[in-house]
């Protein structure tokens, strides 16, 4: 991936004159409304080539998207890499590679008792699109629906997090520069412009965040009657069965907790250990911190900060009151400037401590014992239901029952995070923890509108079906009532008399054909 061509991240720094004004942003509304009205997204071209620039945009600034994530959470290159730019070119490639087949039209049963006829579904765009981005992921969870809008052939305002400034400003920047920007605009600031975003009749809005914005964003939306994805978080659980690998279980959890320091929607929020492993998978967690980040994480090159010090403070505030035994890490309010907290594992918390009600979204990782699989379903049951769920088990029969047992957005067996990671599968939540998905077809269809379109000849018109209506037309209905409809004798009598009549329209053809030859030969002779 080409350095050279890199946007310069001089420009892409806050600044005072970032933010879009508010006037304009009406404007900008009707501008791509304009676009979209032109119906020009349609057109399946359109869309290819506007996938082709997002492509060329990731492939050409590749370092500039870096280290924006690095100047705004100070996480590491390969994280930054891996996370943001990798998985954005994978989701537009896949979304390239089969946009044809999810466009095309679908043909579906038209029933014997509306015949003659046919049934079709059309996906088409939903329309105008508001995106709303997140901070701790700011190039994934803001271009990754901003792909599957364009696949859809929507025409989208994107709205990035103010928190994450560097890359804000970049995004904008990039739009301006790769994609058609009559269809795509950026709008800059913090809640007053979102606020006035929220206030525009859009077709559909995505959201990403936590669930109090989310409610703002519902009763918005309900405004306009506009539909809504939310992509939010809550409290992900690991069940850790006595069977699992667990050297290979601890190492799993603590990247998944170390991802950008923890602040990601789908981080473990604690752990539910097998009481009978559970020493042994501690100290497996304490070995795997040490292994990855050395005796002093602060000086790990691997290993990212909070991404300001109100975030800081705020899971400062839920170490201090978990009154649990933390055995693993810990606050040192020294570092509180630098924004630095270590993976920290707390065991079993005071039950009435904020840390076992509030998403954690940081490096602290909660761990409590269990006696068995029924008490660790038995907890997840008395929580809101999580964006993911982390099992840890070799045994196939126990792993079917934790999943009919525990709800979750997503699941991921024997590892963490790595579900989000295949475009092929839909990511998103269930109540709490959001509603609607996206990723690959998921992520089209959540922008698309499945339009239903049923086509019926004129040349077959029967006056029964015009009022006034035959005195026995009612008693003749209610006597096909009681009759099988869909019985497999039924099926069997259908399919055979269409059938049979194919093969008399084909006998019929071949008649007329022969009777015009005949006559074609008359007149030749």
């Given amino acids: 991936m080409s350095s050279n061509t890199s946007t310069s991240l001089a420009s892409a720094r806050p600044q005072a004159d970032s933010v879009t004004p508010k006037e304009e942003i009406g404007k900008i509304f009707d501008r791509v409304k304009r676009a979209f009205d032109t119906r020009k997204t349609y ?16 492939q050409d600034n590749c370092d500039a998207i870096v280290e924006a994530i690095k100047i705004d959470l100070g996480r590491p290159p390969f994280e930054g890499l891996t996370a943001d730019v990798v998985m954005l070119l994978s989701t537009v490639r896949h979304n390239a590679k089969h946009l044809k087949s999810w466009a095309k039209s679908q043909k579906v049963h038209h029933p014997l008792t509306l015949a003659p006829g046919s049934s079709e579904i059309r996906k088409e765009p939903r329309g105008v699109a508001l995106i709303i981005g997140a901070w ?57 412009e979102t606020t006035e975003l929220l206030s525009l009749p859009f077709d559909h809005i995505f959201y990403t965040g936590n669930g109090s914005i989310a409610k703002i964003v519902m009763k918005a939306a309900a405004q306009n009657l506009a539909s ?53 998978l501690v100290e497996n967690m304490k070995k795997a911190i040490k292994e990855m980040h050395g005796n002093d994480v602060e000086q790990s090159k691997s290993y990212g900060r909070i991404i300001n010090v109100l975030h800081w403070d705020r899971i ?71 964006l993911a769920l982390y099992v840890f088990s070799n045994d196939k029969k126990k792993i079917d029952y934790i999943l009919k047992h525990a709800r979750s957005g997503g699941v991921c067996i ?50 029964s079906r015009y009022p006034p209506y035959a005195p026995d037309l ?21 399919k055979t008399v269409k059938f049979l009549a194919l093969i008399g329209l084909v006998a019929y053809a071949a008649e007329k054909t022969s009777a015009y030859s005949r006559i074609e030969k008359y007149f030749k002779h």
Wanted: neutral net charge.
């Fill in 43 to 58: 057109d399946l071209e359109w869309r290819f080539e506007q996938l082709n620039q997002m492509e060329k945009l990731l």
């Fill in 136 to 192: 701790n992921f700011p190039f994934s969870v803001t271009f990754g629906p901003l792909i599957d809008a364009i696949t859809a052939g929507c025409c989208c305002v994107i709205k990035p997090s103010e928190i994450s400034g560097a890359s804000a400003k970049l995004m904008s920047t990039l739009v301006k520069r790769y994609l058609d920007q009559d269809a795509y605009q950026v709008v800059l600031g913090g809640v007053p």
């Fill in 228 to 280: 809504v994805t939310l992509e939010l978080g809550g409290k992900s659980p690991v069940i850790v069965e006595k069977d699992a690998n667990i050297a290979v279980a601890a190492k799993r959890i603590i990247v998944g907790k170390s991802v950008n320091c923890g602040q990601i929607c789908l981080a473990p929020d604690y752990v539910l250990c097998n009481e009978e492993v559970l020493p042994q």
């Fill in 316 to 386: 400062a505030n839920l170490i201090k009151t978990s009154k649990g035994d933390i055995v693993a890490g810990g606050l040192d309010v020294s570092k509180r400037e630098n924004k630095f907290i270590p993976p920290t594992i707390i065991i079993k918390p005071d039950p009435s401590s904020p840390i076992l009600r509030e998403e954690i979204f940081g490096p602290v990782l909660i761990v409590f014992p269990v006696k068995n699989t029924e008490e660790a379903l038995h907890h997840i049951k008395q929580q809101e239901i999580p």
């Fill in 414 to 463: 024997n590892d963490c995070l790595y579900h989000y990671s295949n475009p092929s599968l839909p990511f998103g939540g269930l109540g709490p923890s959001g509603q609607g998905k996206y990723h690959g077809v998921a992520g089209f269809n959540e922008f698309s509108h499945s339009r239903a379109v049923m086509t019926r000849p004129t040349y077959f018109d029967p006056a």
């Fill in 474 to 494: 009612t008693d003749k209905i209610k006597g096909l009532m009681v009759f099988p409809m869909f019985g497999k004798k039924t099926i069997f009598l259908f």
